[in-house]
């Protein structure tokens, strides 16, 4: 088992940047793709990005694609979130989690491990 704890999220202005990170526990950090997802009151958690074991590869839900920059170090056993061009609508407590599944899965079903999540606020 990998426990994750996210942290850096907060409340920002529209338009602001937040970088969210999450920090992993274990020897076998490397042996995982890793995702970010978001959930807002009162809606179903999403995805918002992965990343390949060894980071090469990042895919990205369209509502975030270029703005948003998943990354990792390997040697930290951490993964990183960095959100530009913050709206509102990014508002939701956001997670990290832990999959073994072929690289390109977007599905909660296929990721294993969950943080507790980080609060991600956006005003108008």
């Known amino acids: 088992q990998v426990q994750l704890v996210e942290s850096g999220g907060g409340l920002v202005q529209a338009g602001g940047s937040l970088r969210l990170s999450c920090a992993a526990s274990?020897?076998?950090?490397?042996?995982?793709?890793m995702g970010w997802f978001r959930q807002a009151p009162g809606k179903e958690r999403a995805f918002v990005a992965v990343?390949?074991?060894?980071?090469?590869?990042?895919y990205y839900a369209d509502s975030v694609k270029g703005r948003f920059t998943i990354s990792r170090s390997n040697a930290k056993n951490e993964v990183y979130l960095q959100m530009n061009s913050l709206k509102p609508e990014d508002t939701a407590n956001y997670y990290c989690?832990?999959?073994?599944?072929?690289?390109?899965?977007?599905?909660?079903?296929?990721?294993?491990?969950w943080g507790q999540g980080t609060q991600v606020t956006v005003s108008s």
């Open positions: 990343i390949s074991r060894s980071g090469g590869n990042t």
């Open positions: 989690a832990t999959s073994r599944a072929p690289f390109g899965s977007t599905y909660i079903k296929d990721f294993g491990s």
């Open positions: 274990g020897r076998t950090f490397s042996g995982y793709i």
